[in-house]
């Protein structure tokens, strides 16, 4: 267990909502991510930090910020959610560069 | 197109079948990472193999990397319907950042 949790676990949002995931660690890990995970698509990287204000961008960046004010906490926000967005966010910690990733529970966000 | 391809997509075989998914690429890996999920939940680690070669054995599951590690395998023996899940490879390359590439994944099905 790697005390990873996630919130909301489920969300139904409108078109052109503002929407913020959050991710909650207990570890004190340096890195984390959030993926975005889709059929036929598999995980794919939104963006990832890898210390607090220290944030870079992934695969699949447009139209996702994040924010890290604190060790402990890794937010995304869909500024504007739009249907392309409904999917399932993972949120993810690495424990040290090179070693593996343990996830949170996900978020399935329907975006109507 | 992916960076690391898995195949195949889908299998659904009998219980006490044997199986092999494969996860091919055309980039080297410093490791290569073998996650199951499971509906509803997030991808759980099952093994990192790193060395060129590498054969790792969790109980009725064996996993290889390639010698020039660009490709990986994992082979189910007698594959029980405990086994079903999505089965995700996931490599790190050292000059991409701390950043894991996945596949795009194997959905097995194992009927009793």
């Known amino acids: 267990d790697a005390g990873i949790t996630q919130s909301p676990r489920h969300k139904v949002t409108e078109t052109g909502t503002p929407v913020t995931l959050r991710c909650h660690q207990t570890?004190?890990?340096?890195?984390m991510y959030w993926y975005r995970q889709d059929p036929g698509h598999g995980l794919r990287l939104i963006h990832y930090?890898?210390?607090?204000?220290?944030?870079d961008k992934g695969e699949v960046s447009d139209g996702y910020s994040v924010s890290r004010s604190k060790t402990e906490d890794f937010l995304l926000t869909l500024e504007s959610a739009t249907s392309s967005q409904t999917s399932v966010y993972f949120c993810a910690i690495m424990a040290n560069p090179g070693n593996e990733q343990y996830f949170g529970p996900g978020t399935r966000l329907t975006v109507t | 197109t992916q960076l690391l391809e898995q195949s195949p997509q889908f299998l659904s075989i009998q219980e006490g079948e044997n199986l092999t998914v494969y996860c091919n690429s055309s980039s080297v890996f410093s490791s290569l990472q073998w996650y199951r999920q499971e509906p509803g939940e997030g991808p759980v680690l099952l093994v990192t193999?790193?060395?060129?070669?590498e054969v790792k054995k969790l109980k009725r599951l064996t996993f290889q990397f390639g010698d020039a590690r660009k490709d990986s395998s994992l082979h189910i023996t007698a594959a029980q319907p405990g086994d079903t899940g999505l089965y995700l490879c996931?490599?790190?390359?050292?000059?991409?950042?701390?950043?894991?590439?996945f596949g795009g994944g194997t959905r097995l099905m194992v009927k009793p």
């Open positions: 193999v790193v060395t060129g070669g």
């Open positions: 996931a490599g790190f390359r050292n000059n991409a950042g701390n950043m894991l590439t």
């Open positions: 570890e004190n890990h340096r890195y």
């Open positions: 930090s890898y210390g607090v204000k220290d944030t």
